[in-house]
């Protein structure tokens, strides 16, 4: 339990959101003289997860960057593209590199406390914030709280609820099998029957690569099935008969139309604050840009409620696309096949990153099929 019941901040919750602003506060060293509490269950000593996202210039984390790769591919039922994505790059972050990265920065700082436990509801008492931990109700000051643990709201008639869900295998073979010049952003060329269903392939040498069996549905598939969605891709689309599986792993992660805030119980960060796109997944990135905006309104003293949210259109745009997909409307292959196909990647990748101009939006939203996307988008409107 607590050391104190008195902290300058409290962090819930030991993922990529409290992490990626923790370790930016550490290491600005304008907060040496503060009192941190960081809370979670888990000891973050696996790797349970990769991210992989994109970028121009060295990023902050950019010490553990564990491959990047200038040309990327997608492929899908008759269309393939192997395009470079200059001046972007397309970067993977190890989980457990980032864990060690982040409590290794931690540990070099005495006024940080880490408590393993289970956290359960917070709430103010005599202006007190005091939080449930291993259910023992936990008294810790008055605290900037910052919390990243999402909690899904209860559904109504207008919810819109899809899993990304994956498993994904290192695997090692004997011989040359991979081009570790070109990571495989997404291959359709596996069955659709579940929902929206790619590969991904991240090749770090010519024998070793993270295959990834990934799938946009309302329900997950029994655990043997995605080792059949994998195995069938290494040996029939990679032509691969003879692996070695040397890790695994496999996650679950939100998209919703549900409106995520930053200003909730505490200032919610990480997907608990809307920085998991809803229509896609990624989440790395958004939590990058959020992080830094919140470090700087500390270091000039400034209030949280003035760091600005991402233009209201591209949830627009993230609602439609996700009521496609959650309907079935369109599959959800040829869509994104189809921005490949029809934009240059560079356009593609700055959408994904919610960073395009209304100009660049027209001419993406131009190039997908006009009447289904118009009727998801006037359900939104």
Known sequence: MPRSNAYDFVFCGAGCGSLSLLVRMLRSG??????????DKDTKTKNDRTWCFWEKDKGFFEEIVYHQWDTIAVHGDGFSTTPAIAPYRYKMIRGIDFYEYCFSEISRHSNVEVVMAEIGNWEQQEGQTVITLNGQPTSLGTPVLFNSLYIPA????????????????LIETDQPAFDPKVATMMDFRAEQKEGTTFVYVMPFSTTKALVEYTLFSKALLQPAEYD???NTYITEQL????????????G?????NEKLSFKGRGWQIGTAGGQTKGSSGYTFQFIQKQSEQILQQLLKGASL???PSSPGRFRFYDNTLLDILYHDTLPGDKIFTRLFKKNKPQRVLRFLDNETSLSEELKIISSLPTWPFLKAALKQL
């Open 30 to 39: 304008h907060f040496n003289d503060k009192k941190i509490l960081l809370i």
């Open 154 to 169: 209860t559904p109504n008639r207008k919810s819109l609820r899809l899993l990304q869900h994956f498993k994904g295998w």
């Open 228 to 230: 059949k969605g994998l």
């Open 239 to 250: 032509g691969i008969k003879d692996y070695r599986i040397i890790e695994e792993e496999a």
């Open 252 to 256: 679950i992660i939100p998209m919703t």
């Open 305 to 307: 409620d003035k760091i």
